[in-house]
């Protein structure tokens, strides 16, 4: 179990590394030069050509790109990420205080995604073919078609602006986080709970759901006692890629209620052509989707003993 | 039996306990400080460092005094400096300080302290494009509360620009390191900062403070980048104060829909600054005076006002607003005429063949940047700009874009038509057409409206121009764009404000770039 820990710790590695190699030659050929902009910042107005050149030299701007790459993964290894061209900071003291609010929106939004699609998908299979599951349905197509911004406007509006029982914006208390949560976690929600929807339905064909009626269960008890165990591999697979995307919902979401993460940072260092800032947080991205889908390939395998089995028998 | 269910309701008590207390501290978080003014950012404060290009321009006024204050209409009033003399060759200026004056941390306020002040960054390089320091020779304390100015050469809107944000306000001795490098915001304004992140900034009354006291304690300036957002929080009640170009703007649109609400009250002001289609005029068809008229005719500014900015702007015909000083001879604002526009144009040689013009096989083709985040409602402006102009079998092809590009491109003259605003006050008339018009000075990323050898010549001698001569001089600087077709003002955007009900006594200080926070004060 353990050599397999290490051959997928090693895979997902190596797909950081090619991730960051392609993120870097992708920011490096965006327009727009940083010494340009810190010769403005150092010199103002009367920033001469020579003090550009100087500054490219320094940072090394001259370099073949596969060099700067290299200087670059060295900086990151030692734990520099540069600093942001923006605020003049290192980019980890931005990180440190922006990293604690964009987890919290994460984690707050994974158990929304993890446990209301499962009601939602339990609730519909129980009712099978009935108006609530059918309305569930619906509701879970509205709900995966609607943009972040849009729900998250109109959950401020209901709850903030008409019935005034939550905050429009802000970390101030756990009444503030409530539809942050919701929002980012509403379209992993609404697909997840068709996943447990049609998953359910599937399993509760299987054989040993038709032996656990010959056992005497009712339609509830298999449904408990038979199928759910067996929903776990397809639900955690499925609820890992929708966390790791959530990330890209907090761009949205951090905007929207005024929260102060990473996605707020992501903009405003894409706004202000910050270039290292831009890197460090695209790898973050992928850092996190790589160890996410890591970590639920683990968990798989640690509860199904199938999937074990297969790993040790193709390893 | 009872025993049992005895047994099970303390236990749920138990159990419930925790979680009611829960639901308790979260209600007491929530619960709001009447004592309190909640306004909003739409970016973060930042350190407030006063010679670093850094932190919003607008916070600064809070905690920071200069020597000078910028008043209605453009008149100077005293500040930290009670009364000033100017020489009679304008070289020397000597100020009568305040007497009564600390810093927010009990330091006092006196000549030296100020001349410590002023040699941060007077006569630096990095300020040379403040007139005041790039004339500076020395300072001079003759007293504990008098400190002369001595400069090379006459600056005619020294005092102008002492009352600017940054870097010539005052901050205490004890907030800088060994290094000057500034660690602390603490200035004798009526406010002092107790908390700065990067979601809100907490202000505190400042008891030393030597002009009328605030009527409430405490200002939180909370960070909401989103403009809907803000709007929202306001109708919520979670914030009192949005609005401003500079503090967090509020959309015409979104104003108009605030107005017919019962709980919010909007304040629309006369504008300070211009929106404007810069040209061009290097090259291409724009380097032709007639095309450039034709354009300014072909335009319909009234629908402009109406249609875009819902009637929270006024057509503009001048370069500046009647609230600037100096802002010249108010001119007729051209209707629109679109036979005289084409009359133009065929004189000019541009054929109009279909619904395109022609000349020397070309077609009559104009590019136009726009870019939303950095003139708010730019997309549906050049949108308007684009359909009028084709009525002129003018084709205009818009390029929208993101902040950065959008300067990048206007800095490298990459267009045909851009927009621009003015700097507005207190840095205008001076500001906008030393920076925006001058073609040897440096403008950065903000880019040149027009750029004519000819006109560089009446600017620069209407800038170093003074006493009356100085109003005939840059008048002189008006008449020449129009005859030469140089500017083509659109509006006159209003300022936006909007604020909740329990705020009374809301007005408007004389620039965009201080909080409306003065005379306010709040009801439970």
């Known amino acids: 179990m353990l050599k397999l820990f290490y051959r997928r710790l090693a895979l997902a590695i190596c797909l950081v590394g090619v991730a960051s190699a392609l993120t870097f030659a992708l920011i490096a050929s965006a327009p727009g030069n940083a010494a340009n902009f810190l010769a403005e910042r150092a010199a103002g107005p009367k920033a001469t050509h020579e003090l550009v050149q100087k500054i490219e030299h320094d940072l090394g701007l001259n370099d073949p790109l596969y060099i700067r790459f290299f200087h670059w993964v060295g900086n990151v290894a030692d734990g520099r990420l540069g600093e942001s061209l923006r605020t003049g900071h290192p980019i980890t003291e931005e990180f440190a205080q922006r990293l604690p609010t964009t987890i919290r929106l994460l984690l707050g939004g994974g158990v929304v995604a993890c446990f209301m699609p ?19 349905r619906v509701l879970a197509i509205v709900g995966a078609s609607a943009p972040n911004f849009f729900v998250g406007a109109l959950l401020v509006l209901l709850f903030s602006v008409r019935l005034h029982w939550l905050p429009a914006f802000g970390t101030s208390g756990l009444l503030s986080w409530v539809m942050p949560w919701v929002t980012v976690g509403l379209f992993p929600t609404c697909v997840l709970s068709r996943v447990v929807r049609v998953t359910l339905q599937e399993l509760m064909s299987r054989p040993f759901a038709t032996t656990g009626f010959a056992k005497g269960y009712g339609r509830t008890g298999v449904l408990v006692y038979e199928a759910l165990p067996n929903l776990a591999v397809p639900f955690l697979t499925t609820f890992g890629a929708q966390f790791a995307l959530m990330i890209i919902g907090a761009i949205v979401v951090e905007s929207v209620f005024a929260w102060q993460g990473i996605g707020a940072f992501f903009i405003d260092s894409i706004r202000f052509r910050d270039f290292p800032a831009m890197q460090a947080i695209l790898m973050t991205f992928v850092v996190f989707f790589v160890f996410v889908n890591l970590l639920v390939d683990m968990v798989c395998m640690l509860i199904d003993p199938r999937i074990r089995r297969s790993q040790f028998e193709s390893a | 039996m009872k025993t049992v269910m005895h047994t099970r309701l303390r236990k749920a008590s138990v159990a419930c306990l925790p979680l009611l207390l829960f639901f308790q501290s979260v209600t007491a978080v ?6 309190t003014l909640h306004v909003a950012l739409a970016q973060e404060a930042g350190s407030l460092d006063l010679l670093q290009n850094e932190s919003a321009l607008s916070s600064y006024g809070l905690v920071f005094d200069g020597l000078v204050h910028y008043g209605k209409g453009g008149k100077l009033e005293p500040d930290l400096a009670e009364t000033w003399d100017v020489s009679s060759d304008g070289k020397t200026i000597t100020f009568q300080l305040r007497k009564d004056v600390r810093f927010s941390d009990g330091t006092p306020f006196d000549a030296k302290v100020a001349q410590w002040n002023l040699a941060r960054w007077i006569g630096k390089t990095d300020f040379s494009w403040i007139g005041v320091s790039e004339n500076f020779e020395r300072m001079e ?5 008098t400190l002369k100015l001595f400069l090379k050469a006459p600056a005619p809107v020294a005092l102008a620009e002492l009352s600017i944000v940054r870097p010539v306000r005052f901050i205490s001795p004890k907030a800088v390191d060994a290094k000057g490098q500034q660690i602390a915001p603490v200035g004798t304004g009526p406010w002092k900062v107790v908390q700065n992140d990067k979601s809100e900034t907490v202000l505190v009354r400042n008891d030393y403070y030597w002009g009328p006291k605030p009527s409430f304690s405490r200002i939180e300036l909370s960070v909401v980048p989103d403009e809907l957002s803000r709007v929202n929080a306001l109708r919520a009640g979670d914030l009192d104060v949005i609005g401003g170009e500079w503090v967090a703007p509020l959309l015409p649109n979104r104003a108009k829909a605030l107005a017919t609400d019962p709980g919010v009250g909007v304040f629309a002001a006369p504008g300070v600054s211009t929106v404007l289609l810069g040209y061009n ?15 300014s005719l072909g335009l319909d500014r009234a629908s402009i006002a109406k249609i875009l900015y819902q009637g929270y702007a006024d057509p503009a015909s001048n370069l500046f607003p009647s609230t600037i000083p100096d802002a010249g001879r108010r001119e007729p604002v051209a209707v629109r005429d679109v036979t005289a526009a084409n009359k133009l ?3 000019s040689g541009w054929i109009k063949t279909g619904t395109v013009r022609r000349k020397d096989g070309k077609d009559l083709i104009l590019n136009l940047l726009a870019s939303d985040q950095v003139l708010p409602g730019a997309r549906r402006l050049s949108e308007l700009i684009l359909g009028q102009l084709a009525d002129l079998g003018i084709t205009v092809n818009v390029s929208s874009l993101d902040d950065a590009t959008y300067h990048d491109r206007r800095q490298k003259f990459d267009y045909d038509l851009a927009f621009f605003s003015t700097y507005a006050a207190p840095y205008d008339p001076q500001g906008s057409l030393s920076t925006m018009f001058v073609s040897t000075a440096d403008s950065g990323p903000d880019g040149k409206i027009f750029v004519s050898k000819e006109l560089d010549g009446v600017i620069n001698s209407a800038l170093s121009a003074t006493g009356e001569d100085r109003k005939a001089k840059v008048q002189n600087v008006y008449d020449w764009m129009n005859q030469n077709a140089a500017i083509c003002p659109l509006v006159y955007p209003q300022r936006l404000w909007a604020y909740n009900k329990r705020v009374k006594g809301f007005a408007l200080p004389p620039t965009e770039y201080d909080m409306p926070v003065s005379n306010l004060s709040l009801n439970p």
Request: hydrophobic share 40%; proline share 4%; aromatic share 2%.
């Open chain 1, 118 to 136: 499962l009601l939602i998908g339990v609730a519909g299979a129980l009712s099978d073919g009935g108006v609530l599951d059918r309305s569930l």
């Open chain 2, 30 to 35: 929530e619960a709001k400080d009447t004592n």
């Open chain 2, 141 to 145: 304390v003759t007293g504990p509360y």
């Open chain 2, 281 to 295: 005029n290097a090259r291409g068809p724009l380097a032709d005076a007639n095309v450039r008229r034709a354009i």
């Open chain 2, 345 to 347: 144009l065929d004189q």
